[in-house]
């Protein structure tokens, strides 16, 4: 298995927070590929965090980057996709994210599937320990897959670029595949990073695009807060649990 971190002007933070919970898992640095935006980004991510991991120039621009993630491993390749800033993830089990991780990759092979996700707010008492196989978001701030270059062209958003990948998964595969008893424990809609350019005006003209894409899966929503979202009308195949 493999571990992707896209990251951009986050150096300390991707220290303090993602590498640091890997480690306290017991992944090996080894697995973990920091994939920046230029050589000068390489150059900042060197030297605070020295020789430890692997470091890739890629592209700037989150979906640029997700793209240039799946060309970089060969097919079939075992990837756990984290942002660089996760704090921890939030699990009612008392397994090591490391096992959960495992036999998630494991689903995937029983069900003939390529992605799974979590589920997808920083809340764990909405979650639940079940495992579901059907048409649902799965959120990028860690999610795994089981690398195919049949989605190799470019995405036609940045902003949103994970519910149109949901999307295509499900359009390809039949499915996906969602563990609803974890939730990543970091801050959704944080500024800087690979989002850096995300406005509200932005998050909306991309939800509009995913939309007309796919309108016979999706439904275009305004929340409270102002953010634009797509919500993909929910199927479920398969309810089952973990272990």
Same mark, same amino acid.
């Given at each position: ?78 990837? !756990? ?6 704090? /921890?993830?939030? *699990? ?8 959960? %991780?495992? &036999? ?95 406005? !509200? ?6 939800? /509009?695009?995913? *939309? ?8 275009? %929503?305004? &929340? ?20």
């Amino acid at each position: 298995m493999e571990i992707a971190i896209p990251s951009y002007k986050r150096a300390p933070i991707l220290k303090r927070k993602t590498l640091a919970f890997l480690e306290s898992e017991g992944f090996p640095n080894t697995a973990i590929t920091i994939f920046v935006a230029d050589e000068n980004e390489r150059d900042i991510y060197r030297q605070e965090l020295g020789d430890s991991y692997k470091l890739v120039v890629g592209f700037p621009g989150i979906a640029n980057q997700r793209l240039f993630i799946r060309n970089y491993y060969p097919e079939g390749t075992h990837v !756990l996709s984290m942002d660089d800033d996760i704090r /921890r993830i939030k *699990c009612l089990r008392s397994e090591s994210f490391k096992s959960i %991780v495992e &036999k998630l990759f494991e689903l995937l092979e029983q069900e003939h599937l390529t992605t799974w996700g979590l589920y997808p707010c920083n809340n764990l008492y909405f979650c639940k320990d079940r495992v579901l196989v059907g048409h649902l978001y799965i959120i990028a701030c860690c999610m795994g897959f089981i690398n195919r270059k049949d989605l190799l062209a470019y995405s036609p958003v940045n902003d949103k670029e994970d519910v149109w990948y949901s999307l295509k998964r499900i359009e390809q595969d039949g499915a996906v595949l969602r563990y609803e008893g974890a939730c990543c424990d970091t801050d959704f809609y944080a500024a800087g990073g690979l989002a850096e350019s995300r406005t !509200l005006a932005s998050e909306e003209a991309a939800a /509009r695009v995913v *939309c007309e894409l796919f309108p016979d899966s999706t439904k275009f %929503v305004v &929340k409270k807060n102002g953010h634009a979202e797509v919500k993909i009308k929910r199927k479920i195949l398969k309810n089952f649990s973990l272990f």
